[in-house]
């Protein structure tokens, strides 16, 4: 392995990735079940975006933020998920040093995009029920541009930071990460310098991540609760649990898992549980968006049933 020392900073040619397993008698089963989780999530999250855009009846905000919250899971889920599957057939599981710093950059950018987009979705649907004479005026395609757009550049500004904070430092001759791909914590036991400002960094930015974002989907979905419980009608009462039961499945779930990632004691942090819950998060999720939002929906149902009636009727 090649190091290089570059104004005092030194710096590996390459990572060493441990992978999710070290027994070569599951790295075949395991490129089977991964790469089944990858394509099916990759299809179900482009079939989103294109469906949400092409069908006219789907040009609301609560299908804008959905073809975003496709676009995030297909992001993060094709940072980590390519890469992956790579190292279950390869002889040694390397990553350049450059290429570590790309994935690291963009897993940081589409989580928190995650997590922000999420939050903007309970927000939609908590006007749509609580004030639906007054939606079109507050969830305008300008607004929803804004929060998207707010959104992404405050997760690429705290990815850069994170990045550059972790790649400027310097590293201890040690190159194994013991993940299955290049994350925080992980790479920051291998560094030289003391960490303790960009750990310092990371625990603030991912307590203030987790708690405005899941503050409000808390305080949209009680105020959905108590909305849903003045309605008159069981049939509306159904509609409107059905509309955000699959979101707030969803959101706890994610929720839980990174917080079980990214705010564990530091005394009792285990990367191979990190491991099981990063597949969950990386993969599983974002394979899980795309068919519970359809499958549960009815206009998304219309919506393909539509699409595939004008494909056939295109002559061949």
């Known amino acids: 392995m090649a190091w290089t020392d570059n104004q005092n900073q030194t710096m590996p040619a390459e990572f060493i990735l441990m992978g999710i397993t070290d027994w070569p008698e599951l790295q075949a089963p395991f490129f089977v079940l991964f790469l089944t989780i990858y394509v099916v999530s990759a299809v179900g999250n482009l079939g989103m975006i294109v469906l949400t855009k092409v069908d006219s009846k789907l040009q609301t905000p609560m299908y804008f933020f959905l073809r975003n919250l496709a676009f995030i ?24 040093y450059h290429w570590c710093a790309t994935q690291l950059t963009f897993f940081i950018l589409f989580m928190i995009s995650e997590l922000f987009i999420l939050s903007a979705m309970a927000y939609d649907r908590y006007v749509a029920i609580c004030n639906p004479l007054l939606y079109t005026v507050v969830m305008s395609p300008r607004v929803c541009w804004v929060l998207v757009a707010v959104r992404y550049v405050y997760s690429a500004s705290v990815s850069l930071i994170t990045t ?26 291998l560094l030289c310098s003391g960490t303790w400002e960009i750990e310092l960094f990371i625990l ?113």
């Open 73 to 96: 899971d297909l992001g993060y889920s094709t940072s980590v998920g390519p890469k992956a599957l790579v190292n279950f057939i390869a002889d040694q599981n390397t990553i350049s």
């Open 164 to 189: 550059i904070k972790i790649f400027l430092s310097s590293f201890c001759g040690h190159n194994i990460i013991s993940h299955f791909y290049c994350d925080s914590l992980p790479l920051l036991t």
């Open 204 to 316: 603030v930015c991912s307590v203030f991540n987790l708690v405005s974002s899941l503050l409000i989907v808390l305080v949209s979905y009680i105020l959905i609760l108590k909305a849903i419980l003045k309605m008159n009608t069981a049939q509306g009462r159904l509609k409107a649990f059905s509309t955000c039961g699959s979101h707030l499945a969803l959101v706890v779930v994610l929720y839980v898992t990174l917080a079980f990632m990214y705010m564990q004691p530091k005394a009792s942090h285990s990367f191979d549980t990190d491991k099981m819950a990063s597949v969950f998060f990386t993969l599983v999720i974002p394979m899980l968006n795309p068919m519970i939002y359809s499958l549960r929906n009815k206009e998304v149902k219309g919506a393909l049933r539509r699409v595939w009636k004008n494909l056939c009727k295109i002559p061949i």
